[in-house]
């Protein structure tokens, strides 16, 4: 797959194509107890999930407890990077996430798992947040979501 167009400067998001390779849904409840169970052991909780919030300016009303950010347009470009950071940190679950989850969390975990086959990676897997943070958001209410803003989510708010 190329990373940059004729002229040299870095593919947009729409130029990249999505990833041959489908990746599993995760549901929002397997998610919340994987947070709680990491939150009831503290500190020597050894946490093996990361939550990748790949939205970037539409980021308004909270995002899920204990994500990052790492923006679906700039992500492909990035992707080696985090997983050298996930397999350091011996995670083994990779949850991507996005509005809804019907474009920017698919492409970006299609391109992340494509990632890990390319490099024979058989301990990490790319997975989806079922429905993405609206889905959550509309399932616990703003609960163990950070930044959480109920105004913003209008009328899908409880």
């Not at 169970?37 to 300016?57: I, M, N, P, S, W």
């Not at 990052?68 to 992707?79: D, E, G, K, L």
Request: proline letters at 4%; one cysteine or more.
């Amino acid at each position: 797959m190329a990373s940059s167009t004729q002229e040299g400067g870095p593919l947009k998001f729409e130029e990249i194509p999505a990833s041959d390779v489908s990746c599993d849904f995760i549901e929002p409840s397997e998610v919340y107890e994987s947070i709680e169970r990491v939150k009831a052991a503290g500190q020597r909780a050894h946490k093996d999930f990361l939550l990748v919030d790949v939205r970037r300016t539409d980021w308004e009303g909270g995002t899920v407890a204990t994500s990052v950010n790492f923006p679906a347009q700039s992500f492909y470009q990035t992707r080696g990077a985090v997983y050298q950071l996930c397999k350091q940190a011996g995670i083994k679950r990779v949850i991507f996430y996005c509005g809804s989850c019907g474009t920017r969390g698919p492409k970006c975990a299609g391109w992340f798992q494509e990632y890990l086959d390319s490099v024979g990676e058989a301990e990490m897997k790319a997975v989806i947040l079922r429905g993405g943070v609206k889905g959550w958001q509309k399932t616990y209410n703003g609960q163990l979501m950070d930044y959480y803003d109920p105004g913003a989510w209008g009328s899908q708010s409880k």
